[in-house]
């Protein structure tokens, strides 16, 4: 069994940041990329940012400059620190990791959802 479970997310107004969490537990052998969506109102799930295991990063051209995705390897957690939010910004927030684990399997897994909301 696999889980991860997302934390950090909140209300907070335009222009304010927010640091989210998520923390992986399980029959985990290793950890390859691990990823932030985001699905907001009406919306179809899209990625935010993603970072491999190496610490290679990539994000969406919306959050470029203002996001930061980062991961300790050691204690299987995946950080994703939102500066400048704006509107637009409110979504549910779901991390995302492929993960083998000691049986062999190599799977994405998902968490539950974190809501955060950025007022006006």
């Known amino acids: 069994q696999v889980q991860l479970v997302e934390s950090g997310g909140g209300l907070v107004q335009a222009g304010r940041s927010l640091r989210l969490s998520c923390a992986a537990s399980g029959m985990i052998f290793s950890i390859n990329a691990m990823n932030w969506y985001r699905q907001g109102p009406g919306n179809q799930r899209e990625l935010v940012a993603g970072?491999?295991?190496?610490?290679?990063?990539n994000y969406a051209d919306s959050v470029k400059g203002r996001f930061t995705i980062s991961r300790d390897n050691a204690k299987n957690m995946a950080f994703l620190q939102m500066n400048s939010l704006k509107p637009e910004d409110t979504a549910v927030y779901y991390c995302n990791a492929v993960i083998r684990t000691f049986r062999g399997d190599t799977y994405p897994y998902w968490g539950q959802g974190t809501q955060v909301t950025v007022s006006s």
């Open positions: 970072i491999t295991s190496g610490g290679s990063t």
